[in-house]
């Protein structure tokens, strides 16, 4: 089976950019396939009040998230668009401004990139 990594970077205002690969990779997951998903940039924004976005994104996110898809969210964009805590309130871990994921890393370990 095949590696993926999602990398989210669309701002929360277009829920189907959220709602779409997240079940694109619950799917791959489901087929056996390893799945990576990060939040990066405006993406992180994502956290900010989560329930008021639209039940099908979120219903998206919280079938990822119960799965363990979702490997990270960038510590640098949380931190500098200020939803950090909103991030740990959800259960992930900000440590410093590093920026995140390492991509070349990524593709190091044989994940196929799908950028949104």
């Known amino acids: 089976m095949?590696?993926?990594s999602f990398l989210l970077l669309s701002?929360?205002?277009?829920?189907?950019?959220?709602?779409n690969p997240l079940t694109?990779?619950?799917?791959?997951?489901?087929a056996g396939h390893q799945v990576?998903?990060?939040?990066?940039?405006?993406a992180t924004y994502w956290f900010d009040r989560i329930e008021d976005h639209p039940e099908p994104a979120v219903r998206a996110y919280k079938d990822a998230?119960?799965?363990?898809?979702i490997a990270g969210v960038c510590d640098h964009c949380a931190t500098f668009k200020g939803?950090?805590?909103?991030?740990?309130?959800?259960?992930?871990?900000?440590?410093?401004t590093e920026h995140a994921p390492d991509v070349a890393g990524l593709v190091d370990d044989?994940?196929?990139?799908h950028i949104v």
């Open 11 to 19: 701002s929360p205002e277009t829920p189907g950019k959220f709602a």
């Open 83 to 96: 939803v950090a805590d909103a991030v740990e309130a959800e259960g992930f871990e900000i440590q410093g």
């Open 110 to 113: 044989g994940y196929e990139l």
């Open 65 to 69: 998230k119960k799965l363990g898809l």
């Open 24 to 30: 694109y990779a619950r799917q791959l997951h489901e």
């Open 2 to 4: 095949a590696k993926h």
């Open 36 to 42: 990576a998903v990060y939040f990066d940039g405006a």
